[in-house]
């Protein structure tokens, strides 16, 4: 490892220049550890420790000092939310920029697979791979399914209930040398032998053969291939003698066993670093069996939090699951408040919260990290219980993702564009709008429009062309008028048909003015006098992991079991102060999420509740100094 790059890469005079030219505050004691660790380990990192900062700080003190011209760092992620804000901070110094480019690596461990594993296992077979992406892949096997040589297949999943998933969500996994076909349980409802089974691998090496792939499928196929040819382990970690895993705790059990495969046996550098009180989407009982489970026991510790101050670090502590955790807030001094609503004010917690926020932040900072609503689900399930969801609160709220048949495109427009502005998470509003577009042109034949990343860039083809017109929504649509809109629509739809290369059906174009648009949503037209100089973006806790926000709303939803209510259940840890993991997995799982939201502010955190659950709390709440205000009282 030290052979890559001179021995005094983290000399204590190099690391405090550094420090100096980046701006940053001076390192403590567990930061100095982990930046000058040049071996094997895990950092279990609490939100808002500086944990990207000190990545960056690492990188770029390893680029300064790398001396060889065929091996590299190999810096992962789970994300490219995560990715492009780790390659931002290195490409801001002259001697990070080297690692952009061969023989360093830095990308999400999706695209590390493809580029070193699965990729050239399937051209090795003489496949051009069109597409790996689940979307393209649901609308390509659907196509497919209406084939005749298919119909045993095909009558079999439309009686069954949400049958057609079996078919969508066929996926490649790896077992004794060979790609077996499984469906989304990984349990097929017939046998591989019957009639079904041999269609529906046929269906699935069909679409494989003309390239069109699911994304776990790359895993499975990766897999193979090592097993086929082992000599590309070494050649791999000689490659990449220093590897740096980002957000460990998203990495699936998969990902994780793949990671083991190339580099768990050789003489690669392999820091994990993340933190598992973030990991909202594995069970922790399954992830705990696993060898590789984040952090080890040996993990080092970064408790500080520069993001927020004592008081919400005390509740952070509180929620924190997976692993108990003392976070110390050192940043500025914040406030912890709880609304208690009814049936009749739930619509009034939004409105309190944003004048809240603009009576305790000081507006720069609110307007640089705008206020978010945050909830864990988006839409009213079949159960009575209430609230249940962020649609609740928010009339007219149209979940992320899901524009179609809830609104036309200029709405999606409206709620990207404000999205776009507010900074929260300028790709996620592009790509959210990107499939608003999509489904607002669908073609009628061919495989479908591929996915945001893969549009060409290019001014002179469709997808350039299409390029500019997205970002003119984002940038403008609110502002469009009828005839504004009309001209903008048009141009869309011209090269939307040269995009697809075919007919398209094109629904949800037209306009509707903003006054409309607001009473439609089951709300009244605000005068400009009364709206907040800041507004809040309302998502989901799941969407807003690793931003930072001035001040956090947390809604109070059903948890996913359908029987306890999250903020509820949270309050309540947090009032009896008993052990997090010895509550029910239901419970940590939904606590747990509220972990996430909770650690994003900086200043102000509230959290919403009903008042007949939240009440029996009021005096735990007042005695930790937390603001309480009953809405059902004014």
């Not at 420090?19 to 930046?35: I, M």
């Not at 200029?410 to 564009?417: C, E, F, K, L, Q």
Request: net charge neutral.
């Amino acid at each position: 490892m030290t052979s890559a790059y001179r021995d005094d890469a983290f000399a204590t005079h190099k690391v405090e220049a550094m420090v100096k030219l980046l701006g940053l505050d001076p390192l403590d004691a567990e930061q100095w550890d982990f930046l000058q660790s040049q071996t094997t380990q895990d950092l279990q990192a609490a939100p808002g420790s500086g944990k990207t900062t000190l990545i960056g700080l690492k990188l770029a003190l390893m680029a300064d000092a790398w001396t060889s011209a065929t091996c590299g760092v190999c810096v992962l992620s789970h994300t490219n939310t995560a990715k492009n804000e780790i390659a931002d901070r290195v490409a801001s110094l002259t001697a990070g920029r080297s690692l952009l480019r061969y023989p360093h690596f830095i990308g999400t461990i999706q695209s590390f697979v493809h580029t070193f594993l699965a990729l050239p296992a399937v051209r090795a077979r003489g496949v051009d791979v069109r597409s790996v992406d689940d979307a393209a892949f649901e609308t390509a096997a659907l196509r497919l399914l209406r084939h005749p040589r298919y119909s045993t297949l095909r009558s079999r999943v439309e009686h069954q209930r949400a049958g057609t998933g079996i078919v969508t969500q066929a996926t490649f996994s790896h077992k004794n040398g060979e790609l077996l076909v499984t469906g989304p349980t990984r349990e097929l409802p017939f046998r591989a032998d019957t009639t079904s089974g041999k269609q529906l691998s046929n269906l699935k090496r069909t679409l494989a053969r003309r390239g069109i792939f699911r994304y776990q499928d790359m895993y499975a196929i990766a897999q193979q291939y090592l097993a086929k040819h082992p000599g590309i382990v070494p050649a791999v970690s000689a490659r990449f003698p220093f590897v740096l895993l980002d957000e460990t705790q998203d990495t699936s059990i998969t990902q994780h066993e793949l990671l083991d495969l190339v580099f768990a046996f050789s003489p690669t550098v392999v820091q994990r670093v993340g933190d598992t009180n973030q990991d909202i989407y594995s069970d922790v009982s399954v992830v705990s069996r696993t060898a590789s489970a984040f952090p080890l026991a040996s993990a080092a510790e970064l408790p500080v939090s520069r993001r927020f101050g004592p008081q919400i670090a005390a509740v952070a502590s509180r929620l924190a699951v997976r692993r108990p955790q003392q976070v110390q807030g050192r940043g500025p001094d914040g406030q912890v408040a709880v609304l208690l609503f009814d049936e009749t004010t739930v619509t009034d917690v939004v409105p309190t919260f944003e004048r809240m926020a603009a009576a305790t932040v000081p507006e720069d900072i609110l307007l640089t990290r705008p206020p978010r609503v945050l909830g864990a689900r988006q839409d009213r399930g079949s159960s009575a219980a209430y609230p249940q969801s962020i649609s609740c609160y928010v009339p007219g709220y149209t979940p992320a993702g899901r524009p179609t048949a809830r609104r036309a495109l200029i709405d999606a427009a409206r709620a990207a564009g404000t999205q776009w502005r507010s900074g929260a998470d300028s790709h996620q509003a592009t790509t959210e709008l990107w499939n608003a577009i999509r489904s607002s042109f669908i073609p009628l034949t061919g495989e479908g429009l591929p996915a945001l990343g893969r549009l060409e860039r290019s001014a002179a083809s469709p997808g350039g062309r299409v390029r500019i017109l997205l970002r003119e929504l984002l940038v403008h649509g609110d502002a469009l008028d009828e005839a504004g809109w009309g001209m903008l629509t048009e141009q869309l739809t011209i090269e939307m048909k040269l995009l697809a290369d075919g007919p398209l059906e094109v629904v949800g174009l037209e306009f509707t003015p903003v006054v409309e648009a607001v009473t439609a949503a089951g709300g009244a037209p605000t005068r400009p006098a009364a709206v907040p100089a800041v507004r809040a973006v309302p998502g989901t806790i799941q969407s807003a992991k690793g931003e930072t926000h001035a001040a956090t709303l947390i809604l109070e939803c059903l948890e996913k079991n359908g029987r306890k209510f999250d903020v509820t259940e949270a309050l309540r840890m947090v009032a009896e102060g008993g052990d997090p993991q010895r509550e029910l997995k239901s419970v940590q799982a939904a606590v747990q999420i509220i972990f996430v939201g909770a650690s994003r502010p900086t200043h102000l955190l509230v959290l919403a509740a009903h008042r007949d659950r939240g009440k029996p709390y009021a005096e735990a709440m007042i005695d930790a100094g937390w603001d309480l205000r009953d809405l059902t009282k004014r």
